[in-house]
C-alpha cells in the first residue's frame, strides 16, 4: 500500500491551513468505528475548525472546516465484485461548521459540518473519488462527540456509504 497518496493530502491540509486565519483555531483528534452494509471498520480523522463568522444577521455562525480522515478497510467473505470493501481509503474535506445561538445558549455546542471529500481510493461504500460528508454533533472546550455520514450521494452505483460514531479530543491555537 502506498502513502503517497496520504502524504500528498496531508501536504494540501497543510497550505488549505495556513492560507486561513489561525485566530481561535480549533483542533480535534477524532477516532471511532464507521459502519457499511453491517460491517465495522476503525476510522480516525485530524480537524481543522476556523474562527466562527456570523451568517448575516440571523443567530447562525459559520466556520471553515478542514478534515484529513483514514477508514481501514474490511475483509468480507463475500467481497468479490469489482469494488471492494477490503482498501483502507484516506480522506480530505473541506466545507463549514454551523452552530445557532450565542455562547450562554445550552444548544450553541451541538453543531452541522457539511463538507465536500476526495478520497484516494474507490471502494464498496465509497464508490467515487468524491463524497459528501455530513456530521451532527457536540463540542465542549476539550471534547467532541458526532454522527458523520461519508457517501457519493447517489452519483456512482454503488452508494452504500460510512456512517460512524466519533469521539474527539479538541484543543484551540
Known amino acids: 500500500m502506498s502513502l503517497r497518496p496520504l502524504i500528498r493530502s496531508a501536504l494540501v491540509l497543510t497550505l488549505v491551513t495556513a492560507a486561513l486565519p489561525a485566530a481561535a483555531t480549533r483542533f480535534e483528534v477524532q477516532a ?3 459502519n457499511s452494509n453491517g460491517h ?10 476556523f474562527a466562527p463568522q456570523p451568517l448575516g444577521q440571523t ?24 469494488y471492494t470493501t477490503r482498501d483502507s481509503v484516506a480522506l480530505l474535506a473541506a ?11 445550552w444548544y450553541q455546542p451541538l453543531f452541522l459540518s457539511e463538507q465536500l471529500a476526495v478520497t484516494n481510493r ?3 461504500a465509497l ?9 451532527l454533533g457536540w463540542q465542549a472546550k476539550h471534547f ?20 460512524m460514531a466519533l469521539v474527539g479530543f479538541a484543543f484551540d491555537i
Not at 465495522?40 to 475548525?49: G, L, M, P
Not at 443567530?59 to 469489482?82: C, E, Q, Y
Open 144 to 163: 467532541s462527540v458526532a454522527i458523520r455520514h461519508i457517501s457519493n450521494g447517489g452519483l456512482h452505483r454503488p452508494n452504500t456509504g460510512e456512517t
Open 32 to 34: 471511532g468505528r464507521s
Open 122 to 124: 474507490a471502494t464498496h
Open 59 to 82: 443567530r447562525f455562525t459559520w466556520s471553515p472546516d478542514v478534515s484529513l480522515g483514514w477508514i481501514d478497510g474490511r475483509h468480507v467473505a463475500t467481497d468479490n465484485s469489482r
Open 95 to 105: 466545507g463549514a461548521r454551523f452552530h445557532l445561538g450565542g455562547t450562554g445558549d
Open 40 to 49: 465495522s471498520a476503525n476510522t480516525a480523522f485530524v480537524e481543522a475548525v
Open 127 to 135: 464508490s467515487s473519488h468524491y463524497q459528501f460528508v455530513s456530521t
